[in-house]
């Protein structure tokens, strides 16, 4: 069955879908002042033309794994951070963990929060609904709501990060974020929407933190 086939009674049930049945709440720092409750739309309704489109994508995707991305679902799901270490092995230097930890203590509440504010269900619990097969690389690391992506969003603000130290890099940092997408994509854990949620708040996390955090970073540009 396809969510174009569902009668009223399907399309009832799964709009009542969600991950979880127990939301939880986590404290969120005082460095932050926008309004991150309100900063994403809702996702795409359960039965969408969006959420069948993405579940297609993600059906045709996962059934069709290659070494190379397996060996990236495995490095963005271990530490997405590591997407960048070619970039800073050409600048000489180590990926700078300790400043990125600061803001991804400070981001990472929130993304809790929203997911669980959103309580999106993952791809898998639609699909089996819905007969399509979406082929899951299952590990410890998509066990909360869907929405938005937690690695998508923790690349990003790397992205933020590494950009505003090193600007003449910045275009590749960035073109790394979709990376940390795909590989979730790809393992079956995440729709598209998902990703693009998490771009959203992290580029409005990082615009709140940044000079809080780090007031020597120079204003940055894209």
Request: glycine share 4%.
């Amino acid at each position: 069955m396809r969510l174009s086939d569902i009668d009223d009674s399907l399309s009832n049930r799964l709009e009542s879908v969600k991950y979880t049945e127990k939301t939880r709440t986590w404290k969120v720092s005082k460095n932050i002042t926008i309004d991150w409750k309100g900063v994403l739309p809702n996702p795409p309704k359960n039965t969408s033309q969006e959420t069948k489109e993405e579940l297609e994508y993600l059906e045709k995707i996962t059934n069709n794994l290659m070494l190379g991305d397996k060996s990236l679902i495995h490095l963005v799901d271990v530490e997405p951070l590591d997407l960048y270490k070619p970039i800073f092995d050409k600048i000489g230097q180590p990926i700078p963990r300790k400043e990125f930890k600061k803001i991804w203590n400070i981001t990472k509440p929130i993304i809790l929060n929203l997911k669980h504010q959103f309580n999106r269900a993952r791809p898998k619990q639609l699909a089996d609904l819905l007969g399509y097969d979406i082929k899951v690389t299952r590990t410890k690391t998509h066990h909360t709501p869907a929405y938005p992506s937690g690695h998508t969003a923790y690349a990003a603000m790397g992205a933020y990060l590494f950009s505003d130290m090193y600007p003449q890099y910045s275009s590749e940092f960035f073109q790394k974020i979709s990376l940390a997408g795909l590989a979730r994509c790809l393992q079956g854990v995440h729709y598209p929407s998902d990703n693009e949620a998490s771009m959203v708040i992290s580029g409005a996390i990082w615009q709140d933190i940044r000079y809080k955090l780090f007031p020597e970073l120079k204003p940055y540009r894209r």
